[in-house]
Every structure is written in structure tokens, then in C-alpha cells.
């Protein structure tokens, strides 16, 4: 709804209480008594109302519209209040991951300007339609040259090189390869959820070489095997950003899934007080990952809520841990009482941020001054509740 509240700021000898014009007088001309129509005010000026479709477009969740509105605004008025009010809810769209509509753009791919009318839900920052950022890119880049190091550090346990030169120059190999690679691969933008795609690909892929090697590589042949393991991640990671294009959010809760399934799994192993074995943990994380990526599928949610969720995992593992430690119990005992934290902590932060990513208010104030002829000017506020 939108209420409008005008005062008028008078000058001259004469003063006037009201907003609508009195009654024209003889000797004055119609121009002097509708200066509005030379001078529009905040509600009929054309910059505005493209600016007040354009936040209409963004709370419903269109995004890419809303932003090819309010770059309008910025090309077609580039001198217009408006303009600046447009450029700081397009820097808004392009930076931040938690706007208050939860809705970021898709990069626009219609031509000659033309506004899309897709769906909402094409649009939405939990159906992978994130926009690329320079933030992405670096964050991308920074992993994958911290990936590199592993990678080249494995390849020379492969070779069973020996000696400081050549773990020097496989590290430095390693870590130069990957950085001119993801600078070259991401020349044409990357979005935040691919960037978390490819750097959870390739910790997975290490996490599974567990399971391939029961245990760290203690060999050539087993050092070849983890690098395989990690390239493979890597790959999966690129038929899933082809082909599932998934917001960071999404990337979130599968990481979130395969933590708490291999730490309940974990549990689970102190509850029977059995020895734990590589290949149910690492299979319990795996099966928590595909869990929780199919999970975001049908109940979409925002990274800051994952966080919010591995936190509350978190405090119920030490609500379980002062209960161990004030029964003075331990052994299979006091791994019920941690499996009870963590699974209580865990249900109450998904309960208590059942409503984290819900579209919240937003305060739209714009203030306008216009003359109003002989009366003086006039000044309008205008807010959107």
C-alpha cells in the first residue's frame, strides 16, 4: 500500500494550508495554477513509477525484471533522484545473498532490453539462478589453488619424489596450474553456489579416497588413487553445475547432511561400542550428502540457514557432552546422551528457523520537492508499508 504525506513549505507574503490549487483567478494562466504538469511530483514523475515497478517485480520475486527496470531508470534518467536510489538496489540484487525478498537475478539474457515474465520460481535464489559475482570468481579461484597444492602434493607422493626441491616445485606446480586454470575457466563469471559446487566436489572426492584406500594413502599406488578420487569429484562437480546449476544454499545443506550423517554415524558406532569402521563413515557421509541434496530440491533454503542448523548441531553436541560429564558416565552411556544432543540440537534449529528465509518488510521511503508556483514548494514523502 502506498501513503503519501506533503507538506508545503510557503514563501512570500501569502500562505497556504492546502495541497489542491484554489479556484484559477482571472489574471492567472492555466500553467501557473498546475505547475505539476511541468513539474511532476514523486507519484506521477515516469522514473519513479518505473522505480516503484521494479521494487513491485523484486518482492514478488522476479528478479531479472526488476533489475532491467531499474537499470532503465539509471540509462533513460541518469540525472533523476531515482537513478541513484535504482543504482543502490541493483548493487543490493548483484552482492547480496540474503535480500529481503530472497530472490536474486539470473544473469539477463533477453535481447534488446526486453523485461522476462518468467516464473518466480526461475528466478528464486533456491532454484540456482544466482547471479556471477567478482565475489564468487575469488572465492573460486582461492579454493581451487588451495586444491591445486593437494592435487600436486599428491601427484609427487605418486612419483615418490623425494627431497625439499621437489615438494617445493610440486606444490608451486600444483598451486600455479590450478590458479591460471580457474582464472581461465571463470573468464565468463561464475555464481556463488558453482563456486561452492566445485570446492565441495573435490573435498568429497578426498573424503571417498578414504574408502578406496581404507584409510590415508600410505603408498605410490595409493597417492595415485587419491588424486584420481579427487579429479573425479571434480568432474561430478562439473556434470552437476551443468546440469543442477545449484544455488549456494543448496551446496550448503548437502555439506550439512553429509557432516551430521557421519558424526551420527560416529555415534552410533559408541552406542554399540564397536570399533568405527572407514567404510560405514564414509558411506554414512555420502549417503547424508545425496540426503541433503535432494532435500534442497524439495525444501529449498538460504546458506545462512544451514549455518544457523550446523550451529544448533553443534550446541547439542556440547548440551550432550555437560550431561556426560555431570553423570560422570562414558562408553555407550554417554554416546546416547551425545547422539540425543545432537539429534535435539539439530531438530530445534530446523524447527526455530522454520521462518529465516521468509520475505521480510521493507522500508521504502523516497522524499520529493516540487514547485508549486507562486505558493513556494512543496515537499513530498512517499513510503510503502
Given at each position: 500500500?502506498?501513503?503519501?504525506?506533503?507538506?508545503?513549505?510557503?514563501?512570500?507574503?501569502?500562505?497556504?494550508?492546502?495541497?489542491?490549487?484554489?479556484?484559477?483567478?482571472?489574471g492567472?494562466s492555466?500553467?501557473?495554477?498546475?505547475?505539476?504538469?511541468?513539474?511532476?511530483?514523486?507519484?506521477?514523475?515516469?522514473?519513479?513509477?518505473?522505480?516503484?515497478?521494479?521494487?513491485?517485480?523484486?518482492?514478488a520475486?522476479?528478479?531479472?525484471?526488476?533489475?532491467?527496470?531499474?537499470?532503465?531508470?539509471?540509462?533513460?534518467?541518469?540525472d533523476?533522484?531515482?537513478?541513484?536510489q535504482?543504482?543502490?538496489?541493483v548493487?543490493?540484487?548483484?552482492?547480496?545473498?540474503?535480500?529481503?525478498?530472497?530472490?536474486r537475478?539470473?544473469?539477463?539474457?533477453?535481447?534488446?532490453?526486453?523485461?522476462s515474465?518468467?516464473?518466480?520460481?526461475?528466478?528464486?535464489?533456491?532454484?540456482?539462478?544466482e547471479?556471477?559475482?567478482?565475489?564468487?570468481?575469488?572465492?573460486?579461484?582461492?579454493?581451487?589453488?588451495?586444491?591445486?597444492?593437494?592435487?600436486?602434493?599428491?601427484?609427487r607422493?605418486?612419483?615418490a619424489?623425494?627431497?625439499?626441491r621437489?615438494?617445493a616445485?610440486?606444490?608451486?606446480?600444483g598451486?600455479?596450474?590450478?590458479?591460471?586454470?580457474?582464472?581461465?575457466?571463470?573468464?565468463?563469471?561464475?555464481?556463488?553456489?558453482?563456486?561452492?559446487?566445485?570446492?565441495?566436489?573435490?573435498?568429497?572426492?578426498?573424503?571417498?579416497?578414504?574408502?578406496?584406500?581404507?584409510g590415508?594413502p600410505?603408498?605410490?599406488?595409493?597417492?595415485?588413487?587419491?588424486?584420481?578420487?579427487?579429479l573425479?569429484?571434480?568432474?561430478?562437480?562439473?556434470?552437476?553445475?551443468?546440469?543442477?546449476?545449484?544455488?549456494?544454499?543448496?551446496?550448503?545443506?548437502?555439506?550439512?547432511?553429509?557432516?551430521?550423517?557421519?558424526?551420527?554415524m560416529?555415534?552410533f558406532?559408541?552406542?554399540?561400542?564397536?570399533?568405527?569402521?572407514?567404510?560405514?563413515?564414509v558411506?554414512?557421509?555420502?549417503?547424508?550428502?545425496?540426503?541433503?541434496?535432494?532435500?534442497?530440491?524439495?525444501?529449498?533454503?538460504?546458506?545462512?540457514?544451514?549455518?544457523?542448523?550446523?550451529?544448533?548441531?553443534?550446541?547439542?553436541?556440547?548440551?550432550?557432552?555437560?550431561?556426560?560429564?555431570?553423570?560422570?558416565?562414558?562408553g555407550s552411556?554417554?554416546?546416547?546422551?551425545?547422539?540425543?544432543?545432537?539429534?535435539?540440537?539439530?531438530?530445534?534449529?530446523?524447527?526455530?528457523?522454520?521462518n529465516?528465509?521468509?520475505?521480510?518488510?521493507?522500508?521504502?521511503?523516497?522524499?520529493?520537492?516540487?514547485?508549486?508556483?507562486?505558493?513556494?514548494?512543496?515537499?513530498?514523502?512517499?513510503?510503502?508499508?
Amino acid at each position: 500500500m502506498m501513503c503519501a504525506v506533503a507538506l508545503a513549505v510557503i514563501s512570500g507574503d501569502a500562505a497556504y494550508a492546502q495541497l489542491e490549487p484554489d479556484a484559477p483567478s482571472s489574471g492567472q494562466s492555466s500553467s501557473e495554477q498546475n505547475p505539476d504538469e511541468n513539474n511532476p511530483s514523486p507519484t506521477t514523475d515516469e522514473a519513479w513509477q518505473l522505480y516503484d515497478r521494479a521494487f513491485a517485480q523484486l518482492m514478488a520475486g522476479k528478479a531479472v525484471a526488476a533489475r532491467q527496470l531499474l537499470q532503465e531508470i539509471s540509462g533513460r534518467f541518469p540525472d533523476h533522484p531515482a537513478a541513484a536510489q535504482a543504482a543502490r538496489r541493483v548493487l543490493e540484487v548483484d552482492t547480496h545473498s540474503d535480500l529481503p525478498s530472497r530472490v536474486r537475478p539470473e544473469r539477463p539474457t533477453e535481447q534488446d532490453g526486453a523485461v522476462s515474465d518468467r516464473s518466480d520460481e526461475s528466478e528464486s535464489i533456491f532454484r540456482g539462478s544466482e547471479p556471477t559475482s567478482l565475489q564468487a570468481r575469488a572465492e573460486f579461484v582461492f579454493n581451487m589453488t588451495g586444491h591445486g597444492v593437494l592435487l600436486g602434493y599428491g601427484v609427487r607422493e605418486m612419483l615418490a619424489g623425494d627431497g625439499d626441491r621437489s615438494l617445493a616445485a610440486a606444490l608451486m606446480i600444483g598451486g600455479g596450474t590450478s590458479l591460471g586454470a580457474s582464472l581461465y575457466f571463470s573468464r565468463g563469471g561464475i555464481t556463488q553456489g558453482q563456486s561452492q559446487l566445485y570446492n565441495s566436489a573435490l573435498y568429497w572426492g578426498l573424503w571417498n579416497s578414504l574408502l578406496i584406500n581404507d584409510g590415508p594413502p600410505e603408498s605410490a599406488d595409493e597417492a595415485g588413487r587419491t588424486v584420481a578420487a579427487q579429479l573425479g569429484g571434480l568432474g561430478v562437480g562439473a556434470l552437476l553445475s551443468s546440469s543442477w546449476t545449484p544455488s549456494s544454499g543448496a551446496v550448503a545443506l548437502a555439506n550439512t547432511g553429509g557432516l551430521w550423517a557421519t558424526v551420527v554415524m560416529l555415534l552410533f558406532h559408541g552406542i554399540a561400542d564397536t570399533e568405527p569402521e572407514i567404510e560405514t563413515i564414509v558411506l554414512a557421509g555420502d549417503a547424508g550428502l545425496l540426503l541433503g541434496g535432494l532435500i534442497s530440491r524439495k525444501y529449498p533454503m538460504s546458506r545462512g540457514r544451514t549455518l544457523l542448523i550446523d550451529t544448533g548441531g553443534v550446541l547439542g553436541i556440547l548440551a550432550g557432552s555437560l550431561i556426560v560429564v555431570a553423570a560422570e558416565t562414558d562408553g555407550s552411556a554417554g554416546s546416547v546422551f551425545l547422539l540425543g544432543g545432537t539429534v535435539t540440537g539439530l531438530g530445534l534449529a530446523v524447527a526455530g528457523t522454520r521462518n529465516w528465509d521468509a520475505p521480510g518488510p521493507v522500508a521504502n521511503v523516497r522524499l520529493g520537492v516540487s514547485p508549486m508556483g507562486a505558493r513556494g514548494w512543496g515537499a513530498t514523502a512517499a513510503f510503502e508499508l
